[in-house]
T-cell receptor, first 115, second 116 residues
Framework: GAVVSQHPSRVICKSGTSVKIECRSL??????MFWYRQFPKQSLMLMATSNEGSKATYEQGVEKDKFLINHASLTLSTLTVTSAHPEDSSFYIC???????????FGDGTRLSIL | AQKITQTQPGMFVQEKEAVTLDCTYDTSDQSYGLFWYKQPSSGEMIFLIYQGSYDEQNATEGRYSLNFQKARKSANLVISASQLGDSAMYFC?????????????FGTGTSLTVIP
């Protein structure tokens, strides 16, 4: 099946640090990539949708200046959490879709802990 | 209204038995896709099965089958011959329309525990 590589898998850093998370589609071209946040024992919460070469579309309540998304190519999207604070600690997971009849293929997620 | 409803927060099943996880959806679109994902405690989201709104036959993938009742707007996942490794969270999802940029709506999930 289609593979999406996401790293790092775990990050622990100090408050105020910026953290970049990469999401790569390894064996397909991801026309669209999605970024989610998931709190313990809850469902996925969509943060933003990005198409290659376009600005990301953010969901209501998600700060664009805090969560910077770049989708520079059909195989790479990055999420940068700028000046992270403890409340940003969460599980972040990306996914990619190639064609319309495909499911979203997810990365393995990143557990972000801000001290 | 919720786009995807999963009414079973937690389910238990005996090993080797079959189990049905419920999912109902709400859409006025004619074209949509329904998906099931498994999320083990390690966190990754594993795609299990897909059903398109125009598919006349129920989707099957190995031990997974999707009981698609279009008139009832339900898309229940059936896992046959449960295994201990099936213990995980299961999410039902829907994409409306025919565009890769359309978001997936996820249900709240069902936690499945397989009992030896």
């Amino acid at each position: 099946g289609a593979v999406v590589s996401q790293h790092p898998s775990r990050v622990i850093c100090k408050s105020g640090t910026s953290v970049k998370i990469e999401c790569r589609s390894l064996d397909f071209q991801a026309t669209t990539m999605f970024w989610y946040r998931q709190f313990p024992k809850q469902s996925l919460m969509l943060m933003a949708t990005s198409n290659e070469g376009s600005k990301a579309t953010y969901e209501q309540g998600v700060e664009k200046d805090k969560f910077l998304i770049n989708h520079a190519s059909l195989t790479l999207s990055t999420l940068t959490v700028t000046s992270a604070h403890p409340e940003d600690s969460s599980f972040y997971i990306c996914s990619g879709v190639g064609t319309v009849n495909q499911p979203q293929h997810f990365g393995d997620g990143t557990r972000l802990s801000i001290l | 209204a919720q786009k995807i409803t999963q009414t079973q927060p937690g389910m238990f099943v005996q090993e080797k038995e079959a189990v049905t996880l419920d999912c109902t959806y709400d859409t006025s679109d004619q074209s949509y896709g329904l998906f099931w994902y498994k999320q083990p405690s390690s966190g990754e989201m594993i795609f299990l099965i897909y059903q398109g709104s125009y598919d006349e036959q129920n989707a099957t993938e190995g031990r997974y089958s999707l009981n698609f009742q279009k008139a009832r707007k339900s898309a229940n996942l059936v896992i046959s011959a449960s295994q201990l490794g099936d213990s995980a969270m299961y999410f039902c999802a829907m994409r409306e329309g025919w565009n890769t940029g359309n978001q997936f709506y996820f249900g709240t999930g069902t936690s499945l525990t397989v009992i030896p």
